[in-house]
Nanobody, 119 residues
Framework: QVQLEEPGGGLGQPGGSLRPSCAAS????????MAWYPRAPGKQRELVAE???????NYADSVKGRFTISADNAGNVVYLQMNSLKPEDTAVYYC?????????????WGQGTQVTVSS
């Protein structure tokens, strides 16, 4: 079993910054990637940033140049540095960890952290 804790998030102003984090614990065998999936009101959850165990990073076009995903040395904590915030970044941000192999992926989700961008 894997647990994900997501402190951070909160209220930010347009043009400002926030830095939510996600700490994974439990049976963390073969972590392949950790990622952030925000779900805005009335929309589906979508990937905005992902970091693989080998350091490969992917971003959605909507956040390129503004958001930076990083992980600690152990690879169990992932951060999302959110700069140049926009009101459309408002969403519940869910942390995801992918374990296992391509023939048998396991996905775990955090409880979500609210990010609100408003003046």
């Amino acid at each position: 079993q894997v647990q994900l804790e997501e402190p951070g998030g909160g209220l930010g102003q347009p043009g400002g910054s926030l830095r939510p984090s996600c700490a994974a614990s439990g049976s963390l065998f073969s972590i392949d990637a950790m990622a952030w999936y925000p779900r805005a009101p009335g929309k589906q959850r979508e990937l905005v940033a992902e970091i693989g165990s080998g350091g490969k990073i992917n971003y959605a076009d909507s956040v390129k140049g503004r958001f930076t995903i990083s992980a600690d040395n152990a690879g169990n904590v992932v951060y999302l540095q959110m700069n140049s915030l926009k009101p459309e970044d408002t969403a519940v941000y869910y942390c995801n960890v992918r374990l296992g192999s391509p023939t048998a992926w396991l996905h775990y989700w955090g409880q979500g952290t609210q990010v609100t961008v408003s003046s």
